[in-house]
Protein backbone atom coordinates (compact mmCIF):
# COMPACT_ATOMS: atom_id res chain seq x y z
CA UNK A 1 0.00 0.00 0.00
CA UNK A 2 2.88 2.37 0.91
CA UNK A 3 4.80 1.41 -2.07
CA UNK A 4 1.70 2.13 -4.51
CA UNK A 5 1.41 5.45 -2.14
CA UNK A 6 4.96 6.50 -3.29
CA UNK A 7 4.51 5.24 -7.24
CA UNK A 8 1.08 7.50 -7.49
CA UNK A 9 2.42 10.96 -5.75
CA UNK A 10 6.16 10.29 -8.02
CA UNK A 11 3.55 9.81 -11.02
CA UNK A 12 1.87 13.13 -10.24
CA UNK A 13 4.70 14.86 -9.44
CA UNK A 14 6.12 14.37 -12.85
CA UNK A 15 2.83 14.90 -14.14
CA UNK A 16 3.07 18.41 -12.45
CA UNK A 17 6.12 19.25 -13.47
CA UNK A 18 5.23 18.48 -17.23
CA UNK A 19 1.92 20.90 -17.13
CA UNK A 20 4.45 23.14 -15.81
CA UNK A 21 7.19 23.45 -18.54
CA UNK A 22 4.30 23.22 -21.28
CA UNK A 23 2.36 26.17 -20.47
CA UNK A 24 2.35 28.58 -22.80
CA UNK A 25 4.04 31.89 -21.74
CA UNK A 26 1.93 35.20 -22.73
CA UNK A 27 2.98 38.46 -23.05
CA UNK A 28 6.14 37.87 -24.35
CA UNK A 29 6.98 38.82 -27.80
CA UNK A 30 9.59 36.30 -29.75
CA UNK A 31 11.31 36.91 -32.75
CA UNK A 32 13.71 35.60 -35.03
CA UNK A 33 16.29 38.10 -36.62
CA UNK A 34 15.94 41.99 -36.65
CA UNK A 35 14.12 44.05 -39.25
CA UNK A 36 17.25 45.90 -40.44
CA UNK A 37 18.76 42.73 -41.53
CA UNK A 38 15.70 41.86 -43.75
CA UNK A 39 15.75 45.44 -44.87
CA UNK A 40 19.79 45.15 -45.83
CA UNK A 41 18.67 41.80 -48.38
CA UNK A 42 19.09 39.01 -45.71
CA UNK A 43 16.45 36.63 -46.91
CA UNK A 44 18.22 33.40 -45.43
CA UNK A 45 17.00 32.31 -42.03
CA UNK A 46 17.78 28.91 -40.02
CA UNK A 47 14.42 28.80 -37.80
CA UNK A 48 11.83 26.08 -38.80
CA UNK A 49 8.11 27.02 -38.78
CA UNK A 50 7.84 24.44 -36.79
CA UNK A 51 10.34 25.51 -34.19
CA UNK A 52 8.64 28.75 -34.38
CA UNK A 53 5.24 27.65 -33.52
CA UNK A 54 6.61 26.78 -29.83
CA UNK A 55 7.02 30.14 -29.25
CA UNK A 56 3.67 31.77 -30.14
CA UNK A 57 0.15 31.17 -31.98
CA UNK A 58 -0.25 34.65 -33.31
CA UNK A 59 2.13 36.54 -35.25
CA UNK A 60 3.43 37.52 -38.69
CA UNK A 61 6.59 37.89 -40.57
CA UNK A 62 8.15 35.63 -44.45
CA UNK A 63 9.70 33.23 -45.41
CA UNK A 64 13.48 32.39 -46.59
CA UNK A 65 13.85 34.24 -49.70
CA UNK A 66 10.91 36.65 -49.50
CA UNK A 67 8.42 33.64 -51.04
CA UNK A 68 4.98 35.46 -50.03
CA UNK A 69 3.98 37.02 -46.33
CA UNK A 70 3.76 35.22 -43.57
CA UNK A 71 0.30 35.39 -41.08
CA UNK A 72 0.59 33.16 -37.83
CA UNK A 73 -2.70 32.77 -36.13
CA UNK A 74 -4.37 30.39 -33.38
CA UNK A 75 -1.74 28.61 -34.09
CA UNK A 76 -1.21 27.92 -37.87
CA UNK A 77 0.90 29.70 -40.84
CA UNK A 78 -0.12 30.83 -43.57
CA UNK A 79 1.56 31.89 -46.58
CA UNK A 80 0.33 34.32 -48.84
CA UNK A 81 2.48 34.75 -52.79
CA UNK A 82 1.67 36.68 -55.15
CA UNK A 83 -1.55 35.08 -56.03
CA UNK A 84 -3.32 37.04 -52.92
CA UNK A 85 -4.39 32.73 -51.89
CA UNK A 86 -3.70 31.98 -48.62
CA UNK A 87 -2.10 27.86 -47.94
CA UNK A 88 -1.06 26.58 -44.87
CA UNK A 89 2.63 26.75 -44.95
CA UNK A 90 4.47 23.82 -44.18
CA UNK A 91 6.11 23.22 -40.97
CA UNK A 92 9.70 22.60 -42.53
CA UNK A 93 9.89 25.44 -44.18
CA UNK A 94 12.03 28.19 -42.86
CA UNK A 95 11.94 31.85 -41.81
CA UNK A 96 14.53 34.73 -41.97
CA UNK A 97 12.06 37.34 -39.80
CA UNK A 98 9.06 36.59 -37.82
CA UNK A 99 7.27 37.95 -34.12
CA UNK A 100 4.90 35.95 -32.36
CA UNK A 101 3.43 36.24 -29.35
CA UNK A 102 0.84 33.39 -27.79
CA UNK A 103 -2.00 36.12 -28.11
CA UNK A 104 -3.74 37.39 -24.88
CA UNK A 105 -6.36 40.03 -25.20
CA UNK A 106 -6.08 42.30 -22.44
CA UNK A 107 -8.47 45.27 -23.55
CA UNK A 108 -11.13 45.02 -25.81
CA UNK A 109 -12.63 47.94 -28.22
CA UNK A 110 -16.00 47.22 -29.82
CA UNK A 111 -16.77 48.65 -33.11
CA UNK A 112 -20.07 48.89 -34.14
CA UNK A 113 -20.05 51.96 -36.73
CA UNK A 114 -17.22 52.44 -40.11
CA UNK A 115 -13.41 53.15 -39.29
CA UNK A 116 -10.96 53.80 -41.48
CA UNK A 117 -7.51 51.88 -40.74
CA UNK A 118 -6.39 55.62 -39.35
CA UNK A 119 -9.81 55.67 -37.22
CA UNK A 120 -8.83 52.03 -35.96
CA UNK A 121 -4.63 53.14 -34.91
CA UNK A 122 -6.20 56.07 -33.13
CA UNK A 123 -8.81 53.97 -31.00
CA UNK A 124 -5.82 51.74 -30.18
CA UNK A 125 -3.72 54.93 -29.38
CA UNK A 126 -6.25 56.47 -27.11
CA UNK A 127 -6.88 52.55 -25.36
CA UNK A 128 -3.04 51.64 -24.28
CA UNK A 129 -1.70 52.44 -21.08
CA UNK A 130 1.63 53.60 -22.22
CA UNK A 131 3.68 53.98 -25.46
CA UNK A 132 6.85 51.52 -23.66
CA UNK A 133 5.26 48.43 -23.81
CA UNK A 134 5.04 46.11 -27.09
CA UNK A 135 1.08 45.63 -27.98
CA UNK A 136 -0.30 42.59 -29.96
CA UNK A 137 -2.74 43.67 -32.24
CA UNK A 138 -6.09 41.49 -33.22
CA UNK A 139 -8.72 43.13 -34.98
CA UNK A 140 -11.81 40.97 -36.76
CA UNK A 141 -15.04 41.88 -37.89
CA UNK A 142 -16.84 42.64 -41.06
CA UNK A 143 -14.92 44.88 -43.48
CA UNK A 144 -15.91 46.84 -46.17
CA UNK A 145 -12.97 47.21 -48.14
CA UNK A 146 -9.42 46.01 -47.65
CA UNK A 147 -6.41 46.34 -49.37
CA UNK A 148 -3.10 44.18 -48.83
CA UNK A 149 -0.13 43.23 -50.94
CA UNK A 150 2.60 40.66 -51.37
CA UNK A 151 6.38 40.66 -52.98
CA UNK A 152 7.64 37.82 -55.55
CA UNK A 153 9.75 35.54 -54.59
CA UNK A 154 14.21 36.52 -54.68
CA UNK A 155 17.08 35.26 -55.96
CA UNK A 156 21.03 35.63 -55.14
CA UNK A 157 22.28 38.16 -55.20
CA UNK A 158 19.19 39.74 -53.28
CA UNK A 159 18.35 43.29 -53.60
CA UNK A 160 17.20 45.08 -50.76
CA UNK A 161 14.17 45.19 -48.89
CA UNK A 162 13.09 48.73 -50.51
CA UNK A 163 13.42 47.47 -54.06
CA UNK A 164 11.49 44.00 -53.71
CA UNK A 165 8.70 46.40 -52.43
CA UNK A 166 8.63 48.33 -55.66
CA UNK A 167 7.75 45.08 -57.28
CA UNK A 168 4.82 44.48 -54.70
CA UNK A 169 1.57 42.97 -56.15
CA UNK A 170 -1.54 44.62 -54.57
CA UNK A 171 -4.89 43.14 -53.96
CA UNK A 172 -8.37 44.60 -53.20
CA UNK A 173 -11.50 42.78 -51.56
CA UNK A 174 -15.04 44.65 -50.75
CA UNK A 175 -16.96 42.93 -48.33
CA UNK A 176 -14.98 40.18 -46.27
CA UNK A 177 -14.62 39.02 -43.03
CA UNK A 178 -11.70 38.08 -41.68
CA UNK A 179 -8.77 39.21 -38.70
CA UNK A 180 -5.68 41.93 -38.70
CA UNK A 181 -2.81 40.30 -36.76
CA UNK A 182 -0.31 42.78 -35.99
CA UNK A 183 1.77 44.66 -33.35
CA UNK A 184 2.10 48.28 -32.41
CA UNK A 185 5.41 48.79 -30.81
CA UNK A 186 7.41 51.68 -29.08
CA UNK A 187 9.95 54.07 -30.81
CA UNK A 188 13.00 52.66 -29.32
CA UNK A 189 12.38 49.51 -30.85
CA UNK A 190 13.14 50.71 -34.08
CA UNK A 191 15.43 49.29 -36.65
CA UNK A 192 15.22 46.12 -34.67
CA UNK A 193 11.38 45.82 -35.75
CA UNK A 194 9.03 48.21 -36.77
CA UNK A 195 7.87 50.44 -34.88
CA UNK A 196 4.57 51.96 -34.72
CA UNK A 197 1.69 49.58 -36.58
CA UNK A 198 2.74 46.75 -38.76
CA UNK A 199 -0.34 44.66 -39.97
CA UNK A 200 -1.16 41.81 -42.13
CA UNK A 201 -4.56 40.10 -43.07
CA UNK A 202 -6.25 37.16 -43.33
CA UNK A 203 -10.22 36.70 -44.46
CA UNK A 204 -12.31 33.98 -42.61
CA UNK A 205 -13.00 31.51 -45.66
CA UNK A 206 -8.98 31.64 -45.77
CA UNK A 207 -9.03 33.07 -49.56
CA UNK A 208 -7.43 36.75 -49.35
CA UNK A 209 -4.91 38.08 -47.31
CA UNK A 210 -1.15 39.89 -47.30
CA UNK A 211 0.55 42.32 -45.80
CA UNK A 212 -2.35 45.29 -45.24
CA UNK A 213 -2.02 48.58 -46.96
CA UNK A 214 -5.74 50.12 -45.96
CA UNK A 215 -8.85 48.89 -44.99
CA UNK A 216 -12.42 50.12 -44.00
CA UNK A 217 -14.12 48.38 -41.16
CA UNK A 218 -17.75 48.27 -41.23
CA UNK A 219 -18.16 46.58 -37.39
CA UNK A 220 -15.96 44.34 -35.12
CA UNK A 221 -13.86 44.13 -32.37
CA UNK A 222 -10.14 45.67 -31.62
CA UNK A 223 -8.63 43.38 -28.80
CA UNK A 224 -4.88 44.19 -27.10
CA UNK A 225 -2.69 42.01 -25.55
CA UNK A 226 0.20 44.01 -23.72
CA UNK A 227 3.31 42.66 -23.87
CA UNK A 228 6.25 43.13 -21.86
CA UNK A 229 8.84 40.83 -22.37
CA UNK A 230 11.47 40.54 -25.32
CA UNK A 231 13.27 37.83 -26.67
CA UNK A 232 15.35 37.90 -30.21
CA UNK A 233 17.24 35.11 -31.40
CA UNK A 234 19.55 36.03 -34.16
CA UNK A 235 20.06 33.79 -37.55
CA UNK A 236 23.52 31.52 -37.75
CA UNK A 237 23.78 31.91 -41.55
CA UNK A 238 26.34 33.23 -43.73
CA UNK A 239 23.81 35.92 -45.32
CA UNK A 240 23.03 37.26 -41.92
CA UNK A 241 26.49 37.04 -40.54
CA UNK A 242 28.42 39.35 -43.45
CA UNK A 243 25.66 41.60 -44.17
CA UNK A 244 26.30 45.16 -43.35
CA UNK A 245 22.78 46.35 -42.39
CA UNK A 246 21.21 50.15 -43.73
CA UNK A 247 18.25 51.68 -42.75
CA UNK A 248 15.24 50.84 -40.74
CA UNK A 249 12.39 49.00 -42.26
CA UNK A 250 9.95 52.19 -41.86
CA UNK A 251 8.35 51.25 -44.98
CA UNK A 252 7.05 48.39 -43.81
CA UNK A 253 4.73 50.64 -41.53
CA UNK A 254 1.15 50.82 -41.69
CA UNK A 255 1.18 54.65 -41.82
Not at 141 to 153: A, D, I, L, M, N
Not at 171 to 194: A, H, M, Q, R
Not at 198 to 215: A, R, T, V, Y
Request: glycine share 8%; charged share 25%.
Amino acid sequence: MKNQFVKTFVLFFIISILAISQKKETNILYQHSVINALSAGVYEGDLSLDNLKQFGDFGLGTFNNIDGEMIVLDGKVYQIKTDGIPVEAADNLITPFAAVTFFKSDTTLEIKNPQTLQQIKEKIDAAVPSENYLYAIKVFGEFKRVKTRSVPKQQKPFPDLASVIKDQVTFEKETVSGTVIGFKLPEFIDGVNVKNFHFHFLSKDKNFGGHLLDLVLDKGKIEIGIIKEFRCQLPSTENFTKTKFGKEGSYLQNK
